[in-house]
């Protein structure tokens, strides 16, 4: 998926109608302002929004631009009549093929959240906090990421699996951080949280926490028993955010714990 903006096709657009118009007017053919340079940045365009068809129908119009490069060099220069024509019609047909080809591209656009779409697309740390993001491991990091990428793209159980993922990728981390060897296998949630509450390394209050994640969250979320709304999984991200942190706070938690 490519983030692109809008303002992309906009200008594309302009440019497109810029050339025909600058020749019929006579405008001046050189120079870095003028149409030739405008003819590179709208060849550039059709391979910039992979508009195959028409980057392959541009064939005259590249032979085109280099006749008329080469004969008018001098910056200053006014497109004669009959080059101007040729142009106008080159231009025409081109509009004619892209606004075509064009009909094929589809935006989506992504409905109101309570966090900003930049944050959720890119630079979900934000939201989670960038002192958690960072201690976090890079499994989990990768895990919150795409969660926010789903939140964005209206996919809120999928955001759900990927939060609770990062989630457990975390606990296993502090419980790596404590127990060094004789670890549980397989080293699953509720197994975890026991053998931590022996070594004693967490507290009621926090094994009361784990579990209820557990019971009302990771087990729901894996089996598949719950479905959720995007208000539902942004929930779920925030609460989240705040036992991550807890996690990643505890005394003995070592992001480098193998």
Excluded at 181 to 196: C, F, I, Q, S, Y
Aim: glycine fraction near 6%; hydrophobic fraction near 40%; aromatic fraction near 8%.
């Amino acid at each position: 998926m490519q983030k692109r903006a809008l303002t992309t096709y906009v200008d594309f657009g302009g440019k497109l109608d810029y050339v025909r118009i600058a020749a019929a007017g006579s405008a001046v053919y050189g120079g870095d302002s003028y149409i030739s340079a405008t003819l590179e940045i709208v060849l550039s365009y059709l391979v910039e929004l992979e508009l195959t068809v028409s980057l392959n129908a541009a064939t005259k119009l590249k032979e085109l631009k280099a006749e008329l490069d080469e004969k008018y060099q001098d910056e200053d220069s006014s497109l004669e009549p009959d080059d101007a024509q040729r142009l106008i019609d080159c231009m025409l047909t081109m509009e004619t093929i892209v606004y075509a080809e064009i009909q094929e591209k589809t935006a989506f656009f992504a409905g109101k959240k309570r966090y900003n779409s930049d944050s959720l697309f890119s630079d979900v740390g934000v939201v989670v906090g960038k002192r958690v993001f960072d201690l976090i491991p890079r499994n989990a990091q990768l895990d919150i990421s795409e969660a926010g990428k789903c939140i964005l793209l209206e996919r809120p159980t999928a955001a759900a699996f990927h939060i609770m993922r990062a989630a457990e990728c975390t606990l296993k981390q502090l419980y790596k951080s404590v127990v060094k060897r004789g670890r549980k296998e397989p080293a699953m949630w509720a197994n975890m949280v026991d053998h931590l509450v022996k070594r004693k390394a967490l507290s009621e209050g926090q094994k009361g926490t784990l579990d209820i994640f557990r019971r009302g969250f990771r087990n729901p979320t894996a089996h598949p028993d719950t479905f959720y709304s995007v208000d539902q999984a942004q929930d779920l991200l925030a609460t989240t955010a705040q036992l991550l942190n807890q996690l990643t706070e505890h005394e003995k938690y070592d992001r480098k714990a193998i």
